[in-house]
């Protein structure tokens, strides 16, 4: 039995994020409908995380087993040919018996995109969150190294999480401007449920001199989730990169 591991990309604008759910429309479903079609029979795909309504993916790993002998890039070409065009499949591989997507994973890198000009632009609306207040990405790119290091972030966690430990370790977190548009970067261990969204929201706090420079520290180690920022919307979330 062949352990595919496959990476995919998607625009998540239409889905109610990655995990098959009752009466809602998800990555996951769609994928499992051409993967079906492919190898003849419904398959159990293995997702590497669960992503929210709205959220895309330039890089998502999952899995499937199969005793069918076709090529890497069969696989992939004939994937493409039964997925909507806001997914594709764009590489595969064969993986150790043993692998997971999920639980093999050394680290995950986000990617948030904040549109920063003086009028909102429509081919972002999906895309990036309009935020037409002055952001000094520099000031921010200081004030956010605050996140880096292993703390208990319950304080960056959405209140419908039931994850026990909320301990994480974040390795990087840049911010950064091109143009209009203002990237929020972060690699980490791993993510509780919306914890990238609120910290963008909190830094945006801090833009706005809601949280004074150095405080952001006093506010990650007081897991107080009403001491951190408003949750981001999910339009401008990407999961960037998935580390193995």
């Not at 330039?58 to 997914?87: F, Q, R, W």
């Not at 632009?121 to 190294?145: G, H, I, Q």
């Not at 929020?184 to 001199?209: C, Q, S, W």
Request: net charge neutral; glycine share 6%.
């Amino acid at each position: 039995m062949r352990n595919l591991l496959i990476t995919i990309q998607y625009d998540g604008s239409r889905y109610h994020g990655w995990q098959v759910q009752k009466n809602a429309l998800t990555v996951q479903e769609v994928f499992q409908n051409a993967v079906e079609k492919v190898f003849g029979k419904r398959l159990d795909v293995i997702g590497c995380s669960r992503t929210d309504s709205g959220v895309h993916a330039n890089m998502y790993c999952l899995t499937l087993k199969t005793d069918m002998n076709i090529s890497d890039e069969g696989v992939v070409m004939a994937l493409n040919t039964h997925l909507p065009k806001d997914i594709a499949a764009v590489f595969c591989t064969e993986a150790d018996a043993d692998f997971h997507p999920r639980y093999s994973c050394k680290s995950k890198e986000y990617v948030y995109k904040l549109y920063n000009g003086k009028v909102r632009n429509p081919f972002y609306a999906d895309y990036a969150y309009y935020y037409r207040y002055p952001v000094d990405a520099d000031y921010l790119n200081k004030e956010c190294k605050a996140f880096i290091g292993t703390y208990d972030f319950c304080g960056f966690c959405s209140a419908h999480s039931d994850v026990e430990d909320t301990v994480r370790t974040v390795k990087n977190f840049e911010v950064s401007r091109d143009g209009d548009m203002v990237y929020f970067k972060v690699e980490a261990d791993g993510f509780l449920y919306n914890m990238v969204r609120i910290m963008v929201g909190t830094l945006l706090f801090v833009a706005e001199g809601k949280i004074k420079s150095g405080e952001l520290i006093n506010v990650i180690k007081s897991k107080d989730r009403k001491s951190a920022g408003k949750t981001a919307p999910a339009n401008g979330l990407y999961l960037n990169q998935i580390n193995y």
